[in-house]
């Protein structure tokens, strides 16, 4: 299926491909330009628009031709609204020249079978905004190869991918997540997510980025960084690993990230907006996650953190001292906690759990670590509250990273007072003697 060719070497032809329902199918591709003779064509603009029916082909080439040396550069606009497109092999945004070439996504499903390249051919400029329905890569989801690629993932888009890589080849990539979902992931939810290349960038200020099967990892190469300002990374208990020699950084300046079991890589968060939370989902007691960093260095200055005592699924001291799963840190490098930051425990869920603390209970927050300035106090805490009587100690917290269940001062000088009453000797009254 060939939309705006020209079998002339000096004329363009503009085309267009309008399909709203029915089936189409074919063992060869869809492309644009995809005819062209030469380097001094006279230019073209194709335009693809799907909104309903079933499409199948072998490749998706949008802006197949030479490279142009002269002239007005080709033009391809694909908008995909509805219907089912599937794809055996690849899916080319700027496939074959130096064309402009933009992809649109806001509904239906698309599938491809092997790899999604915004930017595949040198010096072709290509972009892509998905916006709602379905995008689904079976291998690697590129945004610049050795053309120059800009993805944006936005609205209720759902895209999908095992590797998520930015500006692999020689051009400029630029990935913008501000809604939607990303998934990253094979079957099994393994997956990578490369944005360390030098011509990549990116800009992760809402939506979700997670795997696509609870626990799965994503393995991570960001040696600039993997900044996070206002998505949401939620691991799905799995892994975030480094795929490189190089010391990896997560950033958390805004959205947070969180339900991760182990993260190879620095850990900086210096936004009053961002949050780690160190739990499952944080949907109620019982959700405590250890998170291992892998003797990477945690440097927390703002934000939120928010912990959860209990493991198991439910309440009560039962639940409370297993340590294989309620939160905490473990295996920290040099540890910073400013007094600028919140610390939550069980926030949202004080009025049912109340009552299952009791004197004596204690946890342990951090794990092992090399204190690199911790200023935290117990100001910076929002504990759950505790039956009359008990208070919190985290006097300790900056040492060991415990807090404890102790008496309340007010409680222990009654009593101290009740027992020196008690241990007082009476006077006899003078009566008493006659």
Not at 75 to 99: Q, Y
Not at 226 to 234: A, E, F, Y
Not at 340 to 365: Q, R
Not at 373 to 379: F, K, Q, R, V
Request: hydrophobic share 35%.
């Amino acid at each position: 299926i060939r939309v705006g060719n020209s079998d002339s070497a000096t004329d363009g032809g503009d085309g267009y491909f309008d399909m709203n329902g029915g089936f189409v199918t074919t063992t060869g591709n869809l492309d644009t330009h995809g005819n062209h003779l030469g380097p001094n064509e006279g230019s073209s603009i194709a335009t693809i628009d799907i909104s309903g029916g079933t499409l199948q082909v072998n490749n998706i080439l949008l802006d197949n031709n030479v490279p142009k040396t002269t002239g007005t550069l080709n033009r391809t606009t694909m908008i995909v609204s509805g219907g089912t497109i599937g794809a055996n092999n690849l899916f080319e945004i700027g496939s074959g020249g130096n064309a402009i070439s933009s992809y649109t996504q806001s509904g239906g499903d698309v599938t491809i079978g092997n790899n999604i390249i915004v930017g595949a051919s040198p010096d072709s400029q290509a972009t892509a905004v998905v916006n709602g329905g379905n995008l689904t890569a079976g291998n690697n989801l590129d945004i610049a190869n050795n053309g120059n690629g800009d993805l944006t993932i936005t609205g209720t888009a759902n895209v999908t991918a095992t590797n998520v890589r930015i500006a692999t080849g020689s051009g400029t990539g630029n990935l913008q997540v501000t809604g939607g979902i990303l998934n990253i992931g094979n079957g099994a939810g393994n997956g990578s997510f490369d944005v360390d290349n030098a011509n990549a960038t990116h800009s992760l200020t809402g939506g979700l980025i997670q795997t696509t099967t609870a626990g799965g990892t994503i393995a991570l190469a960001a040696n600039t960084g993997l900044t996070l300002s206002g998505s949401t990374l939620n691991m799905r208990g799995g892994q975030l690993t480094d795929t490189d020699a190089n010391t990896n950084s997560i950033i958390v300046s805004g959205g947070k990230i969180y339900n991760a079991s182990l993260i190879d890589g620095e850990i900086t968060m210096s936004d009053p907006d961002g949050e780690i939370d160190i739990t499952e989902d944080a949907t109620g007691p019982g959700d405590g996650r250890i998170l291992d960093v892998e003797g990477n260095n945690v440097t927390i200055d703002d934000g939120t953190v928010i912990f959860d005592l209990f493991s198991g699924g439910g309440t009560g001291s039962a639940n409370s001292f297993d340590a294989a799963n309620a939160s905490g840190l473990t295996d920290v490098g040099n540890l910073q906690l400013s007094d600028d930051i919140s610390i939550l425990v069980n926030n949202d869920n004080n009025a049912t759990i109340s009552t299952d603390f009791v004197l004596g209970d204690s946890w342990d927050l951090l794990g092992t670590f090399t204190d690199d300035g911790i200023t935290t106090d117990l100001s910076n805490f929002t504990l759950p509250t505790l039956a009359a009587g008990l208070g919190w100690d985290v006097s300790n917290f900056a040492t060991d990273g415990t807090i404890v269940v102790v008496p309340e001062p007010t409680h222990i000088a009654l009593l101290f007072l009740s027992a020196l009453l008690a241990l007082c000797p009476r006077r006899r009254s003078r009566n008493s003697d006659r």
